[in-house]
């Protein structure tokens, strides 16, 4: 993520937390909770404050934990329109074992899950969904851009602001959680993992896209394509629908053997997705490939004729309508 031998120090890249005051708690989840706070710095404007928890080591916090933090602070210089914005970091009480870390985003007021959720029916329609998933897998192109993997990608830790623009939020956090524990027993959900990550192999930027795939699946369904109960189970669901693949294809390295999931044919796209028009199923095909070498980068995804054939391109994000609001 970080490159680069300079030292960072804790005191560069945080700075103790006195001048946000939090107003009421809006999220509770495995690592940390999102509290509604203010600024009290700036006319008491209403910030996101998410508060986690660091684990120490004899020199303080560890210095790759230190360096995803500042990786992250400089993202803010490209105020990138589809990633929510970081303003501050901060750590409040130090314990024996570990520190309290306060980062604090912009607030939105509601995340695509309730988006959703509150869509009237018939659901979103069809240009809708073109809009919301060229605006995420743009800011999936921007973070692997930066060499950034968010792998947590799924409908709470997209955020829906009020003019319809679709921020990712939560990202590069996911390494920082591995230098901690869980903190409450929230489930972390599976429904949007890859397979590679199931199966507990190494993996890259391409994690991201299988969860966008979901997502885009997920949008035009009204509902999650892939609802596995635990990892086996979790891959059981996705062969279910996408085949299984030849042993050829399954990584020597894999946590669960190939011959634990009976062979299964694939079905089309859309047949489990029938909302979803012949390229976009070519698309969303694409990215759902079970072997991640084969699966279609977030850059080229920008590029499909899904999109470009309705005027979206890089240049012209909104393609040939405008972005309404939600």
């Given amino acids: 993520m970080m490159t680069g031998s300079a030292r960072v120090t804790e005191d560069q890249v945080l700075r103790p937390n006195d001048v946000y005051e939090e107003v009421a708690e809006i999220g509770n989840g495995a690592y940390g909770t999102v509290y509604k706070a203010r600024d009290i710095r700036n006319e008491g404007s209403i910030v996101a404050l998410k508060k986690v928890r660091l684990p120490l080591n004899e020199d303080g916090v560890p210095l790759s934990t230190l360096r995803e933090i500042a990786l992250l602070k400089q993202l803010e210089k490209f105020q990138h329109p589809n990633i929510v914005r970081l303003l501050d970091i901060c750590h409040g009480r130090r314990m024996e074992r570990h520190l309290e870390v306060f980062l604090v985003f912009e607030h939105v007021d509601q995340d695509l899950d309730v988006y959703m959720k509150n869509c009237p029916s018939p659901g979103i329609g069809p240009d809708k969904v073109k809009d919301i998933m060229f605006q995420v897998l743009s800011g999936v192109d921007f973070l692997h851009s930066q060499r950034i993997v968010h792998r947590d990608l799924k409908p709470p830790n997209l955020l829906v602001t009020s003019q319809g623009k679709v921020k990712l939020a939560d990202f590069g956090l996911a390494r920082l959680y591995e230098f901690q524990t869980a903190l409450t027993s929230v489930v972390v959900t599976l429904w949007y993992r890859a397979p590679e990550v199931l199966l507990g192999t190494s993996y890259a930027s391409s994690v991201d896209v299988w969860s966008c795939g979901c997502i885009f699946a997920e949008l035009c369904r009204r509902n999650p394509l892939f ?100």
Avoid at 266 to 281: L, N, R, T, Y
Wanted: aromatic letters at 8%.
């Fill in 227 to 326: 609802k596995g109960q635990s990892e086996q189970d979790q891959l059981t669901t996705i062969f279910d629908v996408l085949g299984t693949p030849a042993q050829s294809d399954w990584p020597e390295s894999a946590l669960l053997a190939w011959h634990n999931f009976p062979p299964r044919e694939p079905k089309s796209i859309q047949s489990v997705v029938p909302e979803i028009c012949e390229q976009g199923a070519d698309l969303l095909q694409k990215m759902l490939t079970f072997s991640p070498d084969s699966r279609i980068t977030a850059f080229k995804a920008l590029e499909h004729s899904y999109f470009r054939d309705d005027g979206y391109s890089i240049n012209n994000p909104g393609g040939q309508q405008s972005t309404s609001a939600m």
